[in-house]
């Protein structure tokens, strides 16, 4: 028997450089399969059968006409591009200094930019697309496989989010890396971070812009320079770093608080309570108060690729091209100058007495940085480092499947419905505001359906909630 097969193919067809998504129905028979995602992409693929061939031409109808409704448009496929992506380009040797104190060291398999350490987790992520959270000994409880490479690893309080070079940003908080924000293909991603919701990007241009928890962009400004390898964020603004210095803008209109120049290229940023510091192509750390005046200058030998400080900026390290780690007293004096033996360091972290980074040799690397095993380094005693290879099992993978369950008692009851023409999700649950928007992944939802989650928790500045952690479907 011969089955009929019908393919159509859309695209997003929008001017204003949004227009990057495809959507394809394909009927086989009784089958209706739809595949959609990120053009460039493989995508996702689903498979529906319904009880005939004529009940499946007039699902796919269906879904075709609302897609058109939203703005798609018959394409052809390949005439589009994958949006442009920037790797960074880094060169490093091996440093002459002294060896650190390594007391592990963690190998993921690729060049590392992404890190994130807190009490009990050290992250990383690599240009693999791989995620790896370890336990402060350097053993791997949690695995993820995104589908493009890791551009830098943040946190927002409870939330642990990687950003993609896919444009995507996913929430790494569950078992399942669900997307959290979909970055717009006009922007060539340099770096990201958030506080409370509200996401911050800087790109190849020297643009920064900001996306609310709803995915919604709030607005966006051009610097006069370009390469915005560096954005912080929090309530006070969004600092962004560049070719030409720190510029500082309101988190809520956009309106530039100040600038100040650097005299190399920002090339990293780092943010305490009270001030922001920028690792720069001139070989310096500068810092900053956060309402703009300059402070200490912190001076290395060779390009700085990041930097990081102890709490309340007690001390500031700063990692080279050259494979050096540096440490420096809060007023500019350089403590000690180590090695890594691993590779120049891309990000870095300091926690409870340890220094940890991630290289270009692809490493997450725990160093004591107390005054004994420094000094100790320093005259040439450092511990036998322990080596940790990276599993050779694939991580989890993004999905907008979900787990169902009948039971509704278990977790926080949330639903889905329409407003105007957009989906929203709001609390049903007892002791909650109905009028406020919960911040929910838009690829899991359907109107009219229900879910269970496991905390739903009220943003810092109030308004709308936040889901956190697992979340199945009410069947």
Same mark, same amino acid.
């Not at 500082?248 to 608080?257: F, I």
């Given at each position: 028997m011969t089955i009929t097969q019908s393919k159509t193919y859309l695209e997003l067809s929008e001017d204003n450089g949004t227009a990057h998504k495809f959507y394809e129905v394909t009927v086989a028979d009784k089958d209706v399969t739809i595949r959609y995602g990120r053009i460039g992409t493989e995508g996702t693929s689903k498979t529906k059968t319904h009880p005939s061939p004529e009940k499946a031409e007039a699902d796919a109808a269906k879904k075709i006409k609302q897609k058109q409704k939203k703005g798609y448009a018959e394409a052809v496929m390949g005439v589009r591009k994958k949006r442009q992506i920037t790797r960074r380009q880094v060169t490093s040797s091996r440093s002459t200094s002294k060896q650190a104190p390594i007391l592990w060291k963690f190998a993921s398999g690729s060049s590392a930019f992404g890190i994130f350490v807190d009490k009990q987790r050290a992250w990383v992520g690599n240009q693999s697309g791989q995620v790896f959270a370890l336990d402060l000994a350097g053993k791997v409880l949690n695995q993820y496989q995104l589908? @493009?490479?890791?551009?830098? +690893?943040?946190?927002?309080?409870? &939330?642990?989010?990687?950003?993609?070079?896919?444009?995507? *940003? =996913?929430? +790494?908080? %569950?078992?399942?890396? $669900?997307? #959290?924000?979909?970055?717009?293909?006009?922007?060539? !991603?340099?770096?990201? @971070?958030?506080?409370?919701?509200? +996401? #911050?990007?800087?790109?190849?241009? %020297?643009? *920064?812009?900001? !996306? @609310?928890?709803?995915?919604?962009? /709030? &607005?966006? $400004?051009?610097? /006069?320079?370009?390469?915005?390898?560096?954005? $912080?964020?929090?309530? /006070?603004?969004? =600092?962004?770093?560049?070719? #030409?210095?720190?510029?500082? =803008? @309101?988190?809520?209109?956009? $309106?530039? +608080?100040w600038h100040q120049k650097t005299g190399g290229a920002v090339l990293f940023g780092w943010q305490e309570n009270e001030m922001v510091y920028a690792a720069t192509s001139d070989r310096k750390v500068y #810092?900053?108060?956060?309402?703009?005046?300059?402070?200490?200058?912190?001076n290395c030998d060779s390009v700085v690729y990041s930097c990081a400080t102890a709490e309340q900026g007690k001390y500031v390290f700063a990692g080279d091209n050259c494979s050096s780690l540096y440490c420096f007293n809060q007023a500019g004096e350089r403590l000690w100058k180590l090695g890594t033996g691993c590779g120049a360091a891309l990000s870095m972290q300091y926690a409870n007495d340890k220094l940890y980074i991630v290289t270009t040799g692809g490493y997450l690397v725990c160093i004591d940085a107390s005054e004994t095993a420094i000094a100790d380094a320093q005259a040439g005693k450092i511990p036998e480092a322990v080596e940790i290879k990276a599993p050779t099992t694939e991580g989890v993978k993004p999905s907008d499947t979900l787990v169902t369950t009948s039971d509704s008692s278990q977790g926080i009851l949330v639903e889905c419905f329409k407003s105007g023409a957009k989906l929203r999700v709001r609390v049903l649950s007892d002791g909650y505001n109905a009028d406020w928007n919960v911040q929910f992944p838009k690829n899991i939802r359907e109107e009219g359906a229900k879910y269970t989650v496991e905390e739903i928790k009220e943003s810092v500045r109030g308004g709308f909630y936040r889901a956190f952690g697992e979340i199945k479907k009410l069947i």
């Amino acid at each position: 028997m011969t089955i009929t097969q019908s393919k159509t193919y859309l695209e997003l067809s929008e001017d204003n450089g949004t227009a990057h998504k495809f959507y394809e129905v394909t009927v086989a028979d009784k089958d209706v399969t739809i595949r959609y995602g990120r053009i460039g992409t493989e995508g996702t693929s689903k498979t529906k059968t319904h009880p005939s061939p004529e009940k499946a031409e007039a699902d796919a109808a269906k879904k075709i006409k609302q897609k058109q409704k939203k703005g798609y448009a018959e394409a052809v496929m390949g005439v589009r591009k994958k949006r442009q992506i920037t790797r960074r380009q880094v060169t490093s040797s091996r440093s002459t200094s002294k060896q650190a104190p390594i007391l592990w060291k963690f190998a993921s398999g690729s060049s590392a930019f992404g890190i994130f350490v807190d009490k009990q987790r050290a992250w990383v992520g690599n240009q693999s697309g791989q995620v790896f959270a370890l336990d402060l000994a350097g053993k791997v409880l949690n695995q993820y496989q995104l589908p @493009d490479g890791v551009k830098c +690893l943040v946190a927002d309080k409870e &939330w642990i989010y990687g950003g993609c070079d896919n444009g995507n *940003v =996913y929430d +790494l908080t %569950g078992k399942v890396p $669900r997307v #959290a924000y979909e970055i717009d293909e006009s922007f060539d !991603i340099y770096w990201l @971070d958030i506080y409370d919701g509200l +996401l #911050a990007v800087s790109d190849a241009k %020297g643009s *920064v812009t900001t !996306i @609310d928890h709803e995915e919604e962009s /709030q &607005w966006t $400004r051009l610097s /006069q320079a370009d390469s915005g390898w560096m954005v $912080r964020t929090d309530k /006070q603004g969004i =600092y962004h770093g560049h070719s #030409a210095g720190i510029t500082v =803008y @309101d988190p809520e209109e956009g $309106r530039m +608080l100040w600038h100040q120049k650097t005299g190399g290229a920002v090339l990293f940023g780092w943010q305490e309570n009270e001030m922001v510091y920028a690792a720069t192509s001139d070989r310096k750390v500068y #810092a900053f108060s956060k309402t703009g005046e300059a402070n200490t200058v912190y001076n290395c030998d060779s390009v700085v690729y990041s930097c990081a400080t102890a709490e309340q900026g007690k001390y500031v390290f700063a990692g080279d091209n050259c494979s050096s780690l540096y440490c420096f007293n809060q007023a500019g004096e350089r403590l000690w100058k180590l090695g890594t033996g691993c590779g120049a360091a891309l990000s870095m972290q300091y926690a409870n007495d340890k220094l940890y980074i991630v290289t270009t040799g692809g490493y997450l690397v725990c160093i004591d940085a107390s005054e004994t095993a420094i000094a100790d380094a320093q005259a040439g005693k450092i511990p036998e480092a322990v080596e940790i290879k990276a599993p050779t099992t694939e991580g989890v993978k993004p999905s907008d499947t979900l787990v169902t369950t009948s039971d509704s008692s278990q977790g926080i009851l949330v639903e889905c419905f329409k407003s105007g023409a957009k989906l929203r999700v709001r609390v049903l649950s007892d002791g909650y505001n109905a009028d406020w928007n919960v911040q929910f992944p838009k690829n899991i939802r359907e109107e009219g359906a229900k879910y269970t989650v496991e905390e739903i928790k009220e943003s810092v500045r109030g308004g709308f909630y936040r889901a956190f952690g697992e979340i199945k479907k009410l069947i």
